[in-house]
């Protein structure tokens, strides 16, 4: 997950962004870790999970923390599940401020990620896993056919872009 989403920090390490603070609490260096549990409304989101659920967030490491959630070490059964749908929940809400929706209170949010578990659980889907598709071989094109790779930038404040083949 480190540098998967794009969080302010992942922007300007990319050079997309000039700046990376957190807009909803002014830290420098905006990341999904910090969003997820660093940030005042992360805090808030998780205090409230911990009454409304009992789901209490274990230390986590900044780099290793979407593995260490689903290792059974650290946390219960359940807890991964809420994590992970907080996590979201977390990430929407940071994505709906920075685009001027209106925002949902705290508790709302933990009630609303605890029902949607409730439901998820409830669905009882089945547990059979099916098997990975193993890699095709790569194949000669069959005749008249033309493969195009490209790639594009585009700068949005200067309205210039370039691309290739």
Known sequence: M???????????????AREDYCEGCGVEGESLYHVAFNCTFATQFWRAAKEITGCKVPVLHPQTWA???LSS????????????????????????????????????????????IEDLICLQLPTQIKPARGRCPWQKLEVGWCKVN????????????????
């Open 150 to 165: 490209s790639d594009a930038a585009f700068v949005s404040e200067s309205l210039l872009g370039t691309g290739e083949w």
């Open 2 to 16: 480190n540098g998967f989403l794009p969080s302010k920090g992942e922007l300007k390490r990319r050079h997309v």
């Open 67 to 69: 593995r260490d959630i």
């Open 73 to 116: 070490y650290l946390c219960s059964e359940k807890d991964p599940t809420i994590i992970v749908c907080g996590v979201w929940s977390l990430w929407s809400g940071r994505n709906n401020r920075r685009h001027g929706k209106v925002n949902r209170n705290t508790n709302a949010a933990v009630k609303h990620d605890a029902t949607m």
